[in-house]
């Protein structure tokens, strides 16, 4: 359980207010991107239903798979209305209101891109997100070394990037019912031939995995 203070955030204004303009940009590098999309591609099954949670105008799904239907849910109207890959989305700010308004079982696969470092009640989310699995289901976590530092807790913000890792890890593990959790972790994300010729390292990428049981 995370102590009060590293729950905290070093700004504590509303959400709504910093989250009420519209941010058409990718918030990692190509490099992530496309592991983060062969990591769908591996492990998310054709016609099944997906819930992208704290998402915004692009959801980094594989074109090819056909989906049965994909929830969105975010803070920005007009990032989750220009998603072409949702089937339907809602506006909740989860540090307010971590009950989701989705039905028990009701998802294959849960999935959280780069933004798990703003929620200040993990615990709540994570027994929200074994609720609307599926038994078997997947929860996706994944997330790299950037973050709107203002917004993301003190406990991300003092961790190692490993320990950020264990911090997830911990998500999983503080509700009953999760398998353990897999990590996945790459701490350079540029492609082969950019990393042979040492040009840059590009965003480290990880992801935790676990499965209702």
Known sequence: MLRPNQRMKLDDTDDKLFYGL????THVDEGFIQQLTDLYRQRLQPNTRIFDMMSSWVSHLPDEIQFSHVEGHGMNVEELAR??????????????????????????????????????????????IHRILKPGGMAI??????MFYQKAIQAWRDSSE????????SYFQSVPGFTPPEV???QSSAPNFLQWLGAGSG???????????
């Open 22 to 25: 519209p941010r058409f940009v």
């Open 83 to 128: 998603n072409p890959q949702f089937d339907n989305y809602f506006i909740q700010n989860l540090n307010e209101n971590p009950k989701l308004p989705l039905k028990d079982q009701e998802f294959d696969a849960v999935l959280n891109c780069v933004s798990i470092q703003y929620l200040q009640y993990p615990e709540a989310i994570f027994t929200e």
């Open 141 to 146: 976590i994944s997330f790299s070394n950037r």
């Open 162 to 169: 490993r320990g950020r890792v264990e911090l997830v890890k």
């Open 184 to 186: 996945i972790i790459n």
């Open 203 to 213: 965003d480290p990428f990880y992801a935790v995995i676990a499965h209702r049981n």
